[in-house]
């Protein structure tokens, strides 16, 4: 009985003194990324950014990992020298990235050092565990604005396309010009933050959360976060298509006042329904 409660010390020991190192080193890390996490943080918080979620992807990880924290308590942690190669990786494309400054390159190779770093101190195990929510972080990594630029230029175009095609089989006439919708008695114009890249984003993480807490293997999963790329398309070009009708019979003004904020609760809320509906399919 007294041998059992010494192993179970030892291990209760050994397991505080590997979070204490990993603190410290985590500390480190952030001294490290300083320059990039200010360049996230700028990018999070500007004017119509994409990425307003981003804040809340750190917070997320830390949930879904303290969620398994009994599951953790029953791993035996156990160095893996393994990960010793990512967090060389890590460090290696930080340093290029900073020297390059591409902070897209630097935010993503942070996320490859926190593994690493767990997979080193806690092992195998711990490692699988907090996979996933570790992978939640990509979120929180904004794509490079040029990136982001052509997406948008794209979505944009080929939303108003389609969005045209809706509109001419209900009945009202219009034409598209680029991403411009053109009606008898209203001009519709897509702009960026309308081409539902924004919506894209967000869903894309929503969709990984939903996937993450559903039944089923990793192959039903993917399947439901690669489906929220279409549904939010889907709920983009409804929301589209709804603003151009009600341009048409009510006006531009009535529009594109608080009707096209109250559009964009919708949009998430059709994205919302299409992405529940999608899980209960695969699921």
């Known amino acids: 009985m007294e041998e ?35 360049w996230m943080w700028d990018r999070w918080f500007a004017e119509e950014s994409y990425y307003s979620h981003g804040i809340l992807m750190p917070i997320l990880a830390i949930f879904l990992i303290m969620f398994k924290k009994d599951e953790l308590k029953a791993i035996k942690q156990k160095k893996n020298n393994w990960g010793l190669l990512l967090i060389g990786l890590g460090i ?14 630097s935010g993503l190779s942070m996320i490859v050092l926190i593994m690493g770093l767990i997979l080193y ?67 519709m114009m897509v702009e960026g933050p309308c081409s539902g890249l924004r919506s894209l984003i967000s869903l894309l ?43 048409e019979i009510y006006g531009e003004k009535f529009a594109m006042g608080k009707f096209h904020d109250f559009s964009g609760f919708l949009l998430f809320f059709v994205a919302l329904v299409g992405l529940m509906m999608a899980k209960e399919i695969v699921e």
């Open 4 to 38: 059992n409660l010494g192993t179970q010390r030892h291990k209760e020991i050994k397991m505080k003194k590997n979070y204490i190192k990993l603190a410290l080193i985590g500390l480190v890390v952030l001294a490290m990324y300083v320059p990039t996490m200010i």
């Open 92 to 105: 290696i494309i930080h340093l290029a990235s900073s020297w390059m400054r591409v902070y897209f390159t």
């Open 121 to 187: 101190f806690m092992g195998t195990g711990y490692f699988k565990k907090t996979l996933a929510p570790i992978l939640f972080l990509i979120f929180m990594v904004p794509m490079p604005m040029i990136v982001i630029a052509n997406l948008s230029v794209k979505m944009k175009l080929f939303a108003a396309q389609i969005a045209t095609v809706f509109i001419n089989k209900i009945g009202i006439q219009a034409m598209v010009d680029g991403s411009t919708i053109r009606t008898l008695h209203s001009t």
């Open 205 to 247: 993480a929503l969709g990984a959360l939903v996937a993450y807490f559903m039944k089923g293997g990793w192959i039903r999963k993917t399947i439901l976060l690669l489906l929220t790329i279409p549904i939010a398309i889907c709920a983009n070009i409804f929301r589209i298509t709804l603003l151009t009708g009600v341009a």
